[in-house]
Structures are given as C-alpha cells and as structure tokens.
C-alpha cells in the first residue's frame, strides 16, 4: 500500500543544517557488512539500519529518514512515501548446493559428450560428486603449503581412480615372462664434467609435436615411444612429424606388446627398428582399438636403430640425457587420484609408488626446471589429452627420491 505524508514534515525534517557534512553522492553498502546511521543527500543507500537521505531511496532499512524519495521495507519513516511489497524483497537468489551440483553435472555431460544409460548415470553421478568433493578438499590445503599442485574436474571425474588407472595406463609389465629375448641394450653413461642449463624444455626448438589423446585404450606406451622418436629424428633432419601410434599397437604383439592391453617403450623400438620403420600419423591414424596390422613402407616417418637404457634410479644421468641427447620415456606410477584430477604446479604425492614392478604408465620427459622456490620438477608430456593438466603436461617432482618411480625405467631411442 501507499502512505503520502505532508510535504511540510518533509521539508520541516530535512534542512542543510541537518546534514552539514554531506555532498551529493551515493551509497552502495555491502550487504554482507553491518552499518549504521548513514546519511545522504539526493542518492540512494541500500541495506543500511537507520539511514537518512534527501531526494532519493533508502531499500532494506530500518529507522530510516527520508524528504522528496520513497523508503521500502523501513521502519519509523517521514517524509516522502512508503511502498511495502511482503513478497518481493529484490534478493538475488543464491543457488542451493544441490542447484550448483546439478548444474555442474549437466556440465559435465554436455562438457565431455557424455551418455549413460539411467542406472549406470545414478552411479556416475555420484562417483562425480566424490571426486568433486575431494577435488574442493585437496585445493582448501593450497594456502597453507599444504600440497605442492592443484586439482580440477575434467573428463576423468566420473571414474573412480581405480577404474581409471585401469583404463588408461598401459605400462603392462605382466607379459615380462613370455617376453621374447631382446638385444641387450646399450646403457647411458653421461660425459664428465658435462655442465647443463638450469632449465631446459624442448618445445622451445620447436622440437615437440601435440598432445596427443589415447582415450580408453591403454596405448601410453605407443605414444611415448612414437614422441620420443619424434623428437629425436627432428634432431637429426630438421623435421618434426607425427608418427604412428596405432601402427606401434596393430604391429608389435610379436614384441609382447598388446595392443590396447598395454605393453612396453623399449619393446616398440625393438619393434620399429626391425620392421623397419615408424609410419607417419597421417597415413596410419589412430583408432582407439586394436586393429590389423596395416604398415605401409611407402609412408614411413621414421627410422630407429636401437635404444639406450639410462642407469635405474640416476636422476642426474637422465638430466644430462635430457639436455643433451634429448627426451626420454619414461614410466610411472600414475595410479593416485592426484594425477588423475592433476591441473597444475609439481606433482608430488606421498602415496605415489615407486617400485619397478608397480609402475604403470608411459609418458615423455621433455624437459626440467625449477620454481622461484626452488623446488625442481621434471616436465613431462603426457597422453590424455591437452584438456588434462596444464595443456596436457605435467610437472613431476624431480631429486625427491625417484618421486613415482620415474628414475626406474627410462630410455632413449637412436635415430
């Protein structure tokens, strides 16, 4: 309702000598802090406890004091007029948390193409709203230098890290006993005396090609050992091209490899330099799946030769291999829900593990460095996809104790 009281009491009630430190201006409080008798002169104050104004609006207040304007929601109000509404208070509303999940759920599906039937949705969804949660969790320890990293949702966030680690890391040492008998191969041992750069990353020669995304097939170990022969042949004609990791899992099951089951760095280079040859990308594309071996001579890309073993457990020996011969592929245990959700800064978790026997993964180190901290991580390109981590890189800790079992298996090939 409308209340219009006599412009006498308005003009009588606001003078100049009633607010003789006052210009014109507005009031915007935050409705979040508390004040207390604010005054103005031809504006407007919102969400103020015993406000008084002249020529404007006073919304929310109580005890409020008004000449030529209109109060709403006050109490104990002269001058102007008084428009009361019970059922419309201009709040915005805040979301509940069920709304925020739900939104981010829809997200989620539309995000990443992602389609369940009605009973397989109910258990994503929640294994989503765990892994959400400890996401949010993880990311609280931020500011009290409690974690080295930190998490996000991506495409991973409706699999337990369980399912994923057996999904995606491929670093199958189980076929080792039926292993068919290789080449000794040669072993890395690093120049005396040999100074390298602080900081080193490969992709400043131009020398590294994309990341590339295995999706559900366990192919790590083909695209780690297709990259670093990438980079190596680039080294030796000035050309960096794609090559095939679907021709790595079609070919090399005589290698004990297996296809999308897994298999090992080393044994492809064995492979691909008997076959010989390393197809490009583009003539042999990559399908997610096993398929019929396809190699096509016409269009190889590449040549190996062999490979080189780097000492176990020798971090500084992998350094000079990586500052002077080039990247190195390496396995890992990736297994923890930190690498999984992994976004950004050095990967370190207490719970990785690092036993030879229980690495499960294959990825390339490209690089190496060090924060303004000091703290030093081994930069590595990974194969889920540029929308994990940073651009499909991670940081790993580097010197902590061969962190995830990094030290325990890495190798180069020769072009």
Known sequence: ??????????????????????????????????????????????FGVGNQIAGGSVKFGAGNQIAGGSVKFGAANFGGSINVNPFSTNFRK????????????????????KVYTDIEET???????????????????????????????NEFADMLPRE???????????????????????????????????????????????????????GCYAFTAA????????????????????????CSKAYSNDGCKGGLMDDAYEYIKNQPGLDTWDSYPYEGQDGECRFKPEAVGAYCTGYVSIPEGDEKAMEIAVATIGPISVAIDASQRGFQFYRDGIYFDPNCKKNQTEMNHGVLIIGYGAEPDGRKYWLVKNSYGPGWGNGGYVKMAKEAGNHCGIANLASYPLV
């Not at 969804?125 to 930190?150: H, L, Y």
């Not at 990259?227 to 079609?250: M, P």
Request: proline share 4%.
């Open 1 to 46: 309702m409308n209340i219009s009281i006599g412009v006498m009491m308005a003009v009588i009630a606001i003078t100049s000598a009633q607010f003789p430190l006052l210009g014109q201006k507005q009031l915007s409080l935050d409705p979040f802090k508390v004040f207390s008798t604010q005054q103005t002169t031809g504006g407007t104050a919102k």
């Open 94 to 113: 805040v979301p509940s948390l069920v709304e925020v999940i739900e939104q981010e759920w829809a997200d989620f599906k539309k995000n990443y193409n």
């Open 164 to 218: 994923f680690s057996q999904r995606l890391n491929g670093f199958n040492q189980s076929n080792q006993a039926k292993r068919v008998k290789l080449p000794t191969p040669t072993t890395f041992i690093p120049s005396a005396n040999v100074n390298v750069p602080e900081r080193m990353d490969w992709r400043d020669f131009g020398a590294v090609t994309s990341v590339k995304t295995q999706g559900d097939c366990m």
């Open 227 to 250: 990259a670093a022969l990438e980079t190596h042949t680039f080294r030796k004609t000035g050309k960096l091209v794609d090559l095939s990791a679907q021709q790595i899992i079609d």
């Open 123 to 153: 258990l994503r969804k929640e294994i989503f709203i765990e892994n959400r949660q400890a996401i949010i969790d993880f990311n609280s320890q931020i500011s009290f230098g409690g974690v080295t990293f930190t998490q996000q949702i």
